[in-house]
C-alpha cells in the first residue's frame, strides 16, 4: 500500500511563495503524479498533474503561470513550487498517485488516482 504524506503548507499573505512536497513511501517512478485541492464547500479539484517521467505537466487554468510542479524519481518525492499566491489559492492541498504504468499523458480527473495523502492545509491572506 502506497503512502503518501504531504508537507510545506502554511498561512502566507497574497503575493507570497510556498512549496509543497510529497513523499511517497514506495517508488511511484512509473506513475503519474497529481496534486489537487479541496476548499470547505467545494469539491476537490485539479491543480496540477506530471506523467511517470516528469515530461508532461499539466495545470489548471487558475494556476498556470504560477505554480510548478516537478518529480524526483530518485527520491520518490513530487513538489509543487508556488508563486503569487492569492486568497482564492486557500485550500487543503493532497499529492495522488494514479496507478497505471507508464501513461504518456496524465489524467485530471480525481476518479482517475488511487492513494491520497492527507492533505496540507494552505491559507492566503489578503
Known amino acids: 500500500q502506497v503512502q503518501l504524506v504531504e508537507s510545506g503548507g502554511g498561512s502566507v499573505q497574497a503575493g507570497g511563495s510556498l512549496r509543497l512536497s510529497c513523499a511517497s513511501s514506495?517508488?511511484?517512478?512509473?506513475?503519474?503524479m497529481g496534486w489537487f485541492r479541496q476548499a470547505p464547500g467545494n469539491e476537490r479539484e485539479f491543480v496540477s498533474v506530471?506523467?511517470?517521467?516528469?515530461?508532461?505537466?499539466l495545470y489548471a487554468d487558475s494556476v498556470k503561470g504560477r505554480f510548478i510542479m516537478s518529480r524526483d524519481n530518485t527520491k520518490n518525492m513530487v513538489y509543487l513550487q508556488m508563486a503569487g499566491l492569492k486568497p482564492e489559492d486557500t485550500a487543503v492541498y493532497y499529492c495522488?498517485?494514479?496507478?497505471?504504468?507508464?501513461?504518456?499523458?496524465?489524467?485530471?480527473?480525481?476518479?482517475?488516482?488511487?492513494?491520497w495523502g492527507q492533505g496540507t492545509q494552505v491559507t492566503v491572506s489578503s
Open positions: 506530471i506523467n511517470w517521467s516528469g515530461d508532461i505537466t
Open positions: 514506495a517508488s511511484l517512478s512509473h506513475y503519474a
Open positions: 495522488a498517485t494514479d496507478l497505471r504504468s507508464y501513461l504518456p499523458r496524465p489524467a485530471v480527473k480525481v476518479s482517475e488516482y488511487d492513494a
